[in-house]
């Protein structure tokens, strides 16, 4: 994807253009173009703009706030920002301004980030389709969820940078189906509070953006401790430090079995191709399976059911009838379910989490490898996905190979790796260990320099507008 | 599959105060069986592990 931080930022500090000018220009491909893809919920032009200008003048002054500062970003409609409503996707939520940010949002707004508007979320973040956003390279595909109106935001260039959350995979999915990069930090890198949970201990914050080192700058400016999140942990970390350091003699586990199959054969093609781009860098690619893992989505779901349950619970007993059925029966069950089948969840959790630490410390792995998905961008009326004689539902497909993530906290980014025969993009997921984001972003940058799928742009994007 | 009887599935919506008509306690029921079903498949995954496996934290579980 073009329109990346780093050009931005240099033209920013050269004089060359102005945070208002940048500003201008997102919000004219908006307007012009997010008819049809529905990417923003709400756009804030007035706020974006005096935003703009503010960091001009702080630029002007001398004052560098960092990397994202004078940028343009999306926040996702499930994140609060002072002054918007938060809907989530839902009628359930009050249409009226909140008053105050949420941490992840007052952290962009101190690095001087101009703050474009609200994206699509699929409703109550608890879905894969994000209606009624649609995908840049194809507007008859979903972007994908739930934080689908950030993927198509930042596939489109109209922002470089987008906040996204992520409960089973919902950065790594719309950053796979969009062709953009996301990335899951570990469970405690990035602040929740202020925004609206799904699932309290599988939700994590995270960014979705036009490149690797976009994401990484990104990364840099939220992460940190927070007091009114106290999972949260250490400060001050740059992630763009070892993005130039290459993958010489990095071993690599490149996932096998189940939940990492069946794909598309497509995707099956495109990953092996970016595996063997890597080796040919010099890492060492070593067939990994973890058995434990086909009980993903028992435990996944196992989880999400009485915790979303939990705090939706008014919700559900007063407006039943606005939410979707779909979610309402996941939310009934686990409103009714017995806490065996919760706690039972939670101890999969942990042998899951373990066998995943037993695969690193076994293999002496940096990271491990696997399609971010195992099939493109769904119809927005598809239920199913087909392969060879098994038929899987959309969202079982897309949530089996993301959520061992989300159970075990670990980092994990999904990186564009190529297109299918229909022209859609492929991602490749890198996970790491605890708090080695640097580690899963190294491998993506290196893999990103020598793929160079970020440098396609879909049909619909912002460098496309007639002047 | 755990079956369980819709009118015990009422009894437990209405104790959840979910009593609105909206939920259907037959349908419920056969949700409640499947997703039961699906937890009792982690009993093979749980089988002969030790507390601490189930219940431990490390650096690598927060």
């Not at chain 1, 935003?51 to 940028?71: F, K, N, S």
């Not at chain 1, 949530?399 to 061992?404: E, F, K, L």
């Not at chain 1, 159970?407 to 080695?436: T, Y």
């Not at chain 2, 008509?21 to 089988?47: C, H, M, N, W």
């Amino acid at each position: 994807m073009t329109g990346g931080l780093l050009d931005s930022a240099q033209a920013l500090r050269s004089g060359s253009t102005t945070s208002v000018a940048l500003t201008e220009a997102s919000l004219t491909a908006i307007e012009r173009l997010d008819d049809e893809l529905k990417a923003f919920v709400l756009v804030d032009a007035a706020a974006a703009l005096e935003a703009g200008r503010q960091a001009d003048l702080e630029l002007d002054a001398g004052r560098d706030l960092g990397p994202l500062m004078g940028i343009g970003v999306g926040i996702k409609d499930i994140v609060d920002v002072a002054g918007l409503p938060t809907r989530c996707g839902s009628t359930t939520y009050p249409a009226g301004p909140v008053r105050s940010d949420a941490s992840v949002v007052s952290r962009l707004r101190a690095g001087g980030a101009v703050i474009i508007g609200k994206t699509t979320a699929h409703e109550l973040a608890c879905g894969v389709y994000s209606a009624p956003a649609r995908n840049p390279w194809a507007t008859d595909r979903i972007p994908g969820g739930s934080s689908g109106g950030s993927g198509a935001a930042v596939a489109a260039g109209f922002v470089p940078v987008a906040i996204g959350s992520d409960t089973g995979g919902s950065v790594r999915i719309p950053a796979s189906l969009c062709g953009v990069v996301g990335l899951k930090p570990t469970y405690g890198r990035v602040s929740r509070a202020g925004v609206e949970p799904l699932s309290w201990s599988l939700d994590h914050i995270g960014p979705l953006a036009s490149d690797v080192n976009t994401a990484a700058a990104a990364l840099g400016v939220i992460a940190g401790r927070d007091d009114s999140d106290p999972t949260t942990t250490t400060t001050g970390i740059d992630f763009t430090d070892a993005l130039d350091r290459g993958v010489e003699g990095l071993r690599l586990g490149v996932m096998e079995g189940a939940p990492f199959e069946p794909l598309q054969p497509d995707v099956a093609g495109a990953v092996g191709q970016a595996v063997e781009i890597l080796a040919d860098l010099g890492a060492v690619p070593v067939r990994v399976m973890i058995p434990e893992l086909r009980h993903t989505l028992t435990a996944e779901f196992g989880i999400v059911g009485p915790e979303a349950a939990q705090y939706h619970r008014d919700r559900l007993r007063q407006m039943p009838e606005q939410i979707d059925p779909g979610i309402r029966a996941l939310l009934v069950a686990g409103s009714i379910s017995p806490a065996a089948h919760y706690l039972k969840a939670l101890e999969a959790r942990r042998v899951l989490t373990d066998a995943i630490r037993e695969a690193f410390y076994a293999s002496e792995l940096d990271a491990l490898v696997s399609p971010t998905l195992p099939a493109t961008a769904a119809r927005p009326d598809q239920e199913n996905f087909e392969y060879g004689d098994t038929t899987e539902a959309v969202t079982l497909s897309y949530v089996r190979t993301t959520a061992p993530f989300n159970l075990s906290g670990l980092p994990a980014i999904s990186v564009p790796c190529g297109f299918d025969s229909s022209g859609l993009p492929i991602g490749m997921q890198i996970a790491g260990r605890p708090f080695d984001e640097a580690m899963v972003l190294r491998i993506a940058a290196a893999y990103e320099r020598a793929g160079a799928w970020t440098t396609v742009v879909p049909p619909i994007h912002s460098t496309r507008i007639q002047q | 599959m755990t079956a369980l009887d819709p009118a015990i599935v009422a009894e437990l919506l209405r104790a959840a105060g979910l009593d609105h008509p909206i939920f259907d306690p037959v349908e419920v029921a056969a949700d409640f069986a499947q997703r039961t079903t699906d937890i009792e498949s982690l009993d093979a995954l749980l089988a002969g592990r030790s507390p601490c496996d189930v219940t431990h934290r490390s650096e690598w579980q927060r």
